[in-house]
């Protein structure tokens, strides 16, 4: 495990084994402060994963709004076209391996993460190992 898997723990038992001396200052026996302790320890832990719970739904929900914005002003075409369409528009080739999007538009050549799709930066033609995993898509 890492040490950001163990946070909540290392948090949740902190703060029991800080509570104990502070309940015991306050007259409490020894045997309730251990208790109230480890009531102290399961509720910063489920506060803990219910807000995490919740900031990562947050997160997730803003991610596929963006997803699905981005999805909307895109028109997909085949592999073919995109190789014969020379119309100026800006073409964009999306690796369905990796998840890399690559313009057309280069002037250096360039590759996706995993290699399935390079563009030579003077023609901007593809070389495309897996055709099937390749989208091609014009902003409109």
Known sequence: MTIIELFPWLLAIA??????PILRSMGLASTWAVCSAIAIVVEVRLMFLVASRHILEVLGKRRMDRGRAAAIKRKYHSLDWAKQSRSGGVVFYGCMVCGN???????????CACGNIKLCGATSMPEIRDQERVRVFSEG
């Open 101 to 111: 999007f690559l313009s057309a538009n280069v002037r250096k050549p360039t590759h």
């Open 15 to 20: 703060s029991g084994i800080l509570a104990v």
